[in-house]
C-alpha cells in the first residue's frame, strides 16, 4: 500500500510539471496579435508564383493565393534546315521572357521530309554486256533510284583473229568482237592467249661417231631454225685395221693344216672372223681355220674379218694340196684295179673309167 501510494505521488509530480510548460507556451501564443506582411512572389515562365506572408512581431509566416506558371511566350519559328524530300527540317523558336538559363527557353521543332516525287522513269532496255534498269528521277531534289534491274545479255562475238602469231616460244593473242554492241561496251573485245607451238624438231644430219666421240643426230626446227644435237650414239672403241693369213701354204692330200691369221684390231672392240675356200674340192676350211686337202691341184682361201661397227678386212692365202709317195701308190693300185675291171667289165658290163680317174684329179 505504501509503494502504491509512491509511484502515484512521482506521476502526479510529472503531470503537474507538463501543465506549467504547456500553460506557459500557449501564454506566449496568446500573447502575439500577429501583424503579417504581404511579399509577392511573380509567376515565371515556369514556375508558380504566390503571396508570403510573415508576422513582422513573431516571424510566424504561411503562403497563399498561388498562381500557375506562365509558360514561355515564344516568338516566331526560325528555320535552322529546311526539310527535303528525305531529311526533316529544323527550326526553333525562343521565349522573348525568360533567358537561356531557364530550361525550355529554346524549344527545337522538326518539320516533316516532304518525301520524293518520283517521275515516270527512264527504261534503259538490257544489252549484251550490259544491264536494263528504269532510273525513277524525282522531280524536286533530283535523288534517283534504280529499280526493275534485268541483267545483261550474252554478247555475240564473230571470228576470232589473231592479233599476235605464236612462235615455237612464245605466246601469241586472239581477239574477237562482238558485232552487236558499241566498242566501249563491257566484254565488247575479248582476247585469248595462244600457246606457243613449241618446236618442230626434225632429224636433218646424221654424225657418225669417231674414234672417243659420240655420234649423234642434227635435228633442226622446221619453223623456227634452231638447231639441237640429239640420238647419241656411243664413240667409236677403234676397228679392225688389218688380217693378215701369212706365206703360201702346202697340204698333203686328206691332210690338215691350221691358218693362223693375225688381226689387227684396237683394244676392246668385237670382231669376227670367217673363211672361204675358192674351190672345196681342192681344200675345204672350216670356221677354225682348219684347211683338209681334198684333191691336187691349188685354191684361195679368204679370210674375212668384221668388226662390231661392221668394219671389214680380208686376205687371202694361196694353198697347194700335194699328193703324198702314199697317195700315188694308191692311186697306182686303184688304176690297176680299174683296169682290171675295165676288162671284167668288158666282158660282163659296162664301165665308166673316165669318170673314175676324173674323181682322182681336180
Ligand atoms: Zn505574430
Ligand atoms: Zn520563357
Ligand atoms: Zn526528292
Ligand atoms: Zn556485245
Ligand atoms: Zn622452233
Known sequence: MKKITKVLSVFLSVLMAMSVFVSAVSAEEAECTHEYVEETIAATCVEGGFTRYTCS?????????????????????????????????????????????????IEIGFVKAIGHDWDDGV????????????????????????????????????EWVVVTEPTCTESGLKERTCSLCAETAE????????????????????????????????????????????????????????VELGEKIVVNYEEVAELNPVIDVDEDVAYSYSFRSDAENVATVDEDGNIIGKGMGKTV??????????????????????????????????????????VIGGLFGDVDFGGFLGGLFK
Request: proline content about 2%; aromatic content about 8%; overall charge negative.
Open 57 to 105: 512581431l513573431c516571424g510566424d509566416s504561411y503562403e497563399g493565393d498561388a498562381v500557375e506558371a506562365l509558360g514561355h511566350t515564344y516568338g516566331s519559328w526560325i528555320i535552322t534546315k529546311d526539310e527535303t524530300c528525305a531529311e526533316d527540317g529544323v527550326k526553333y523558336r525562343e521565349c522573348s521572357v525568360c533567358d537561356s538559363s531557364v530550361s525550355g527557353h
Open 123 to 158: 527504261v534503259t532496255e538490257a544489252t549484251c554486256g550490259q544491264k536494263g534498269s528504269t532510273v525513277y528521277t524525282c522531280r524536286n531534289c533530283g535523288a534517283q533510284e534504280i529499280k526493275d534491274e534485268k541483267p545483261a545479255l550474252a554478247h555475240t562475238y564473230g
Open 187 to 242: 566484254g565488247h573485245t575479248q582476247s585469248e592467249v595462244i600457246s606457243a607451238t613449241g618446236h618442230d624438231m626434225q632429224a636433218k644430219t646424221v654424225v657418225p661417231p669417231e674414234y672417243k666421240m659420240q655420234g649423234y643426230t642434227i635435228y633442226e626446227c622446221s619453223k623456227c631454225g634452231i638447231t639441237e644435237n640429239r640420238d647419241f650414239t656411243p664413240a667409236l672403241k677403234g676397228r679392225v685395221h688389218s
Open 301 to 342: 682361201i679368204t679370210c674375212t674379218v668384221v668388226d662390231e661397227y661392221g668394219n671389214t678386212e680380208t686376205d687371202t692365202v694361196e694353198v697347194q694340196v700335194k699328193f703324198t709317195m702314199a697317195n700315188w701308190m694308191t692311186i697306182i693300185r686303184q688304176v690297176l684295179q680299174a683296169a682290171i675291171d675295165i
